[in-house]
């Protein structure tokens, strides 16, 4: 790896430059113990990577197929759960048919795991080129299938990330109780999260068993999400303005902290679910402080 691959990382995500100085020192032994492994098993490796929203997991799975192209020229794909969406016509349709909040992305539900698990066995088994979906998060719906990426055969690593990966349904018992004002007012019976939650296990385990190595970003607690989230919008926002797509679109929908603080109260429960569930369950946990700082990791000794 050169300086200029890591001042060009720096400069595409907008880090400060101690970020790199706290990858190499805990990433670079989780991309070295992930590639050996990928050696080893001599086929397609699909690494799960789990953070709440803010967290940095995109970052990360960028990071790790930075290092796996350049220091171990392995074939890398990086995918979020995320470019897995239903269109905004679909969730309209969700939203019409089972409850009001299914419009809004993320949760258990709103995602087309039918075409996920399609497209990571294409990815994995295909001789031909794989058609890679993206959402485009501005507009709040799914790219045209024309502008999708189009990925080769021969992938050594497929990563994918998301903030509710390998998130497990609850007890009826522990969906009783609102954790939110969102779910106070507007899911008061309960429809919207007991829908979630059969989502999360009967539909999500599909994806979820594909992984074969787990990692964790584990954020302090869920007031830490506001701050991390509010700073995604504003890098979205900077972002549009420096490539004028956003110049007299009223479609680019970028969150202010009212939004943002409404908006992932709909995540709340499963995050809080997770934090508590996850770390146990994952191959490599990175635990972070309020300011996305590893303090510990469970396995790996750091360069």
């Given at each position: 790896m050169q300086n200029q691959d890591f001042s060009r990382f720096i400069a595409e995500h907008r880090l400060p430059e101690s970020y790199i100085e706290q990858a190499q020192h805990w990433f670079s032994p989780l991309a070295k113990a992930i590639a050996e492994k990928q050696e080893k098993a001599n086929k397609t490796l699909i690494v799960g990577i789990n953070g709440s929203q803010g967290s940095g997991k995109s970052t990360l799975a960028d990071y790790l197929a930075l290092l796996w192209r350049k220091a171990y020229q392995l074939n890398v794909v990086v995918l979020s759960i995320d470019d897995f969406y239903f269109t905004l016509q679909q969730r309209q349709a969700l939203s019409q048919t089972i409850h009001p909040l299914l419009l809004t992305r993320g949760v258990p539900g709103t995602h087309d795991i039918d075409l996920a698990v399609d497209?990571?066995?294409?990815?994995?088994?295909?001789?031909?080129?794989?058609?890679?979906?993206?959402?485009?998060?501005?507009?709040?719906?799914?790219?045209?299938?024309?502008?999708?990426?189009?990925?080769?055969?021969?992938?050594?690593?497929?990563?994918?990330?998301?903030?509710?990966?390998?998130?497990?349904?609850?007890?009826?018992?522990?969906?009783?109780?609102?954790?939110?004002?969102?779910?106070?007012?507007?899911?008061?019976?309960?429809?919207?999260?007991?829908?979630?939650?059969?989502?999360?296990?009967?539909?999500?385990?599909?994806?979820?068993?594909?992984?074969?190595?787990?990692?964790?970003?584990?954020?302090?607690?869920?007031?830490?999400?506001?701050?991390?989230?509010?700073?995604?919008?504003?890098?979205?926002?900077?972002?549009?303005?420096?490539?004028?797509?956003?110049?007299?679109?009223?479609?680019?929908?970028?969150?202010?902290?009212?939004?943002?603080?409404?908006?992932?109260?709909?995540?709340?429960?499963?995050?809080?679910?997770?934090?508590?569930?996850?770390?146990?369950?994952?191959?490599?946990?990175?635990?972070?402080?309020e300011n996305r700082k590893i303090i510990s990791s469970n396995s790996l000794d750091p360069c």
């Open positions: 497209v990571i066995r294409s990815l994995t088994a295909s001789t031909s080129p794989t058609l890679v979906p993206r959402f485009n998060k501005a507009t709040d719906d799914r790219f045209p299938e024309h502008e999708w990426d189009s990925v080769s055969p021969g992938v050594d690593i497929i990563i994918l990330e998301g903030w509710c990966m390998g998130a497990q349904p609850q007890t009826e018992e522990e969906l009783m109780m609102p954790v939110n004002e969102l779910e106070k007012i507007e899911d008061p019976d309960g429809h919207w999260r007991r829908y979630v939650n059969r989502q999360l296990a009967e539909v999500y385990p599909r994806l979820f068993n594909l992984v074969d190595t787990w990692v964790m970003l584990k954020a302090p607690s869920f007031d830490c999400v506001y701050q991390w989230r509010l700073e995604q919008e504003n890098k979205l926002r900077d972002s549009l303005a420096a490539s004028k797509k956003g110049t007299g679109n009223n479609n680019q929908k970028v969150m202010d902290g009212k939004a943002v603080g409404h908006f992932i109260q709909h995540y709340q429960r499963i995050t809080e679910h997770l934090l508590k569930t996850l770390p146990g369950r994952v191959d490599y946990l990175f635990v972070l402080n």
